[in-house]
């Protein structure tokens, strides 16, 4: 079982990136994907996560209304578009796995991809 997350960059302040996680080997649609990130210095943070199926959504909310985290579970993968960038986002950004409840803490997730740095400039 294998996540691969894509799609991070340098951005300016307000732009916007899509984040990708592809589950090799896992399928999405059983699991509750979440992305959590960490910045330089700081502890990882729950960032968003979508249940099984698409079902139900939520977000940290110093990243509600401007992040986004959807499902294709045709290409079994999990994006996170992110708007209106802050220099606060400089982080790198995991995805991560798990299956039965949701969960907001990194502990319970049992499956996670490497990470794609996301750097804001201002």
């Known amino acids: 079982v294998q996540l691969q997350a894509s799609g991070g960059g340098l951005v300016q302040a307000g732009g916007s990136l899509r984040l990708s996680c592809a589950g090799l080997?896992?399928?999405?649609?059983?699991?509750?994907v979440a992305w959590f990130r960490q910045a330089p210095g700081k502890v990882r943070e729950f960032v968003a996560v979508?249940?099984?199926?698409?079902?139900?959504?939520d977000y940290a909310e110093s990243v509600k209304g401007r992040f986004t985290i959807s499902g294709n579970y045709a290409q079994n993968t999990v994006s996170l578009q992110i708007n209106s960038l802050k220099p606060e986002d400089t982080a790198v950004y995991y995805c991560?796995?798990?299956?039965?409840?949701?969960?907001?803490?990194?502990?319970?997730?049992?499956?996670w991809g490497q990470g794609t740095q996301v750097t804001v400039s201002s």
């Open positions: 991560a796995a798990k299956s039965g409840v949701v969960a907001y803490s990194e502990r319970e997730y049992d499956y």
């Open positions: 979508i249940t099984r199926r698409g079902g139900w959504r």
């Open positions: 080997g896992r399928i999405f649609s059983d699991s509750n």
